[in-house]
């Protein structure tokens, strides 16, 4: 049942088709088959994805469905409901309900939860990245790269006894002030198509430890991964109703932001859709003004600075590598590389090492990055490739209109090195794709300047043997994650995630200890308790003084 429609469906019985109908190859029909067999919600050959509420997989009774289709062939793979009022509302419901019983539990109870589906992950990380190649298109390597990245958060999160720890002081004679954290209630996880492991594995370990509940909602490009994970913590022993993943688009959306039993919303996406969110001055915008407590991640341009002292052997591969993989479909990608002096000289060889990626399906041997997601996708980075041409810059390597054998309606861009100034859209917008931006810069200080100009902060890097060059970098640059001679500096779930300016709205970060402050509200007890009032007998009208 491998069937073409990349249209959303606006019925179950309307929809387009094109004259040739794409198949999976062996390899991916093989897994999608196995996939469709083994798990409850998700499904590759073409069927239903579910809803997950209240511990059940349900059908969907929606009258309009999204296609998701391998974006390597266009192949049909399963189906995404626009999940209906009532049936939010049944999430919703059960998350609450939950929330009663799963606040009340121990920490230790929930600590053996996050214990639990660490090992529910890694038995069955080989079917999560199947699933992501299938239906995301990245290779299989970057897949499971995708699945560990989320795994380590739950791994920190199995350290919710230490780091829940709240703070007591006697703070007069016989008078003890106590702050603990205590869980917010029904939170909301909005995740992007570019990581649909990872993300959802960013905010349920971190929700669920703490005490809340959890909406869902993935990607309507790539729910797969989340549905399995969903199934995991089930497996995991997670109560009924404390996860719940409902699909759609903006009114699912809408109806996260607007309902009045979720505390707090966690974002990662594009820009627009976190403003939509976050903004109160945005027609539709409604999270904030509800009260909710908002994290959301949004766009970014890294830039990579290559100084002439620089490791020439490791800063080119790294550059590549954090450019290019994944088709660039990253959130802390290399998409600026600002060469230094005379490190312009470089660029060749930039060039020419790029040349030898390999793009392909991503099941495939040997594939260095797959397909962008979409159609619309592809299209826009090649209309940003070829701003760059009209305004005046210089394609060194373009990838655009690039042959993959086996896969002529895959939506393949090859890697591409533009060199461009700062005023051109292809510096400007972010692109989303295999393309990397070349900036000349005389000297450091103004390839900080460059960057501390541009409106987003996710991070930047720098490729340098100076310790004094490096301190200054660190110093001046106006981002939230540095890398010295590191590529992509994402830090690990024991910290936070700690980008700036227009990369982020909302000030507390994901995971690590930030991760445990957006899922907690303190709560501060004073007590008094003297010997005394156990014997005393007269009362006293005296102004109560602190001694």
Known sequence: MFLAARTVRLSPVSRRTYATIPTLNAVSRAYAEKLSADWKGTNATGANTKNYIGGEFVESRAAVWHDVVDPST???????????????????????????????????????????????????????????????????????????????????????????????????????TEVRKVPLGVCASIAPFNFPAMIPLWTIPMAAVTGNTLILKPSERDPGAAMIIAELCER????AGVVNVVHGTVPTVNAICDHTAIKAISFVGGDRAGRHIYERQVALSRGTKNGKRVQANMGAKNHAVLMPDANKNLALNSIIGAAFGAAGQRCMAVSVVVLVGTTHSWLPELVERAKK????????????????????????????????????????LDGRGVSVPGYPNGNFVGPTIVEATTTMRCYREEIFGPALTVI?????????????????????????????????FETEVNVGQVGINVPIPVPLPIFAWSGNKGSV??????????????????????????????VGNRASVNMPTLN
């Open 74 to 176: 266009q192949t049909l793979l399963t189906r995404v409901p626009e999940t209906t009022s009532s049936e939010f509302e049944q999430a919703v419901d059960a998350a609450s309900q939950a929330y009663k019983i799963w606040s009340r539990q121990s920490v230790l109870s929930r600590q053996r939860f996050a214990i639990e589906l660490q090992n529910q992950i890694r038995q069955n990380a080989d079917a999560l990245a199947r699933s992501i190649v299938l239906e995301q298109g990245k290779t299989l390597a970057d897949a499971h790269g995708d699945v560990l990245r989320g795994l380590q958060v739950v791994e920190t999160a199995i350290g919710i006894t230490s780091t829940l720890l709240g703070e007591k002081m006697e703070v007069s004679k016989d008078m003890d």
């Open 236 to 239: 995991a022993g997670l109560p």
């Open 357 to 396: 990626l390999q793009v392909n399906g991503g099941f495939e041997s040997g594939a260095d990055f797959g397909p962008l997601i979409s159609p619309a996708a592809r299209k826009r980075v090649e209309g940003l490739i070829a701003s760059a041409e009209e305004e005046g810059g210089h394609i060194h």
């Open 440 to 472: 000349s810069a005389d000297t450091l200080d103004d390839a900080l300047d460059i960057i501390n100009a541009n409106s987003y902060g996710n991070g930047a890097v720098i490729f340098t043997q100076s310790g004094p060059i490096a301190r200054r």
């Open 505 to 534: 709205l909302g000030d507390i970060g994901f995971y690590g200890k930030s991760g445990i402050n957006f899922y907690t509200q303190n709560k501060t007890t004073t007590s008094l308790w003297r010997a005394e009032d156990a």
